[in-house]
């Protein structure tokens, strides 16, 4: 006599996915094939080191070279190089005070600008994680932003 075995429960439905969802698994599987071909290509070129910590350190100064130039050309650019659409998003308050905060950060360094709303936005939620939730704006001081 043989036992069926109840315990195993059937697959998972998946749900569909929007087009959306659809086009970014897409692209993201093309990345993902994209890294397998550049790993690919850079092997070679590792594999015939003598050791791994020169591999190491040819792959480190490589991306170290990359990522100093890429900064570099990151540095240069302000706010007004970039573009920043807000179309898609509704009327409303909060909209209307980033198109305001992006026109008046348009002649600054697009990093700087940033990493400054940066700061704001973790004061805010270092404010909203405690007791000032549901409190007005006029309990927070320019002075808790800037050091």
Same mark, same amino acid.
């Given at each position: 006599?043989?036992?069926?075995?109840?315990?195993? #429960?059937?697959? %998972? +439905?998946?749900k569909?996915?929007?087009? !959306?969802? @659809?086009?970014?698994?897409?692209a993201? $599987?093309?990345? =993902?094939?994209?890294? #397998?071909t550049? %790993? +690919?290509?850079?092997?070679?070129?590792? !594999?015939k @080191?003598?050791?791994i910590?020169?591999? $190491?350190?040819? =792959?480190?100064a490589?991306?170290?070279?990359?990522?100093?130039?890429?900064?570099?050309?990151?540095?240069?650019?302000k706010?007004?190089?970039?573009?920043?659409?807000?179309?898609?998003?509704?009327?409303?308050?909060?909209?209307?005070?980033?198109?305001?905060?992006?026109?008046l950060?348009?002649?600054?360094?697009?990093?700087?600008?940033?990493?400054?709303?940066?700061?704001?936005?973790?004061?805010?939620?270092?404010?909203s994680?405690?007791?000032?939730?549901?409190?007005?704006?006029?309990?927070?001081?320019?002075?808790?932003?800037?050091?």
């Amino acid at each position: 006599m043989t036992k069926k075995n109840s315990s195993k #429960k059937s697959p %998972a +439905k998946r749900k569909p996915l929007s087009k !959306a969802e @659809l086009l970014e698994e897409m692209a993201k $599987q093309v990345r =993902v094939e994209h890294q #397998k071909t550049l %790993a +690919k290509a850079i092997w070679p070129i590792v !594999a015939k @080191l003598p050791k791994i910590y020169d591999a $190491q350190t040819a =792959v480190n100064a490589a991306a170290g070279f990359i990522q100093a130039e890429l900064n570099k050309k990151t540095e240069e650019l302000k706010v007004s190089d970039l573009t920043v659409d807000l179309s898609k998003e509704k009327a409303s308050d909060v909209k209307d005070a980033v198109q305001a905060l992006v026109e008046l950060l348009a002649p600054e360094s697009a990093t700087d600008a940033s990493q400054l709303l940066q700061v704001f936005g973790k004061q805010f939620t270092l404010y909203s994680a405690n007791k000032y939730l549901d409190n007005s704006m006029d309990v927070i001081k320019m002075d808790d932003f800037i050091a």
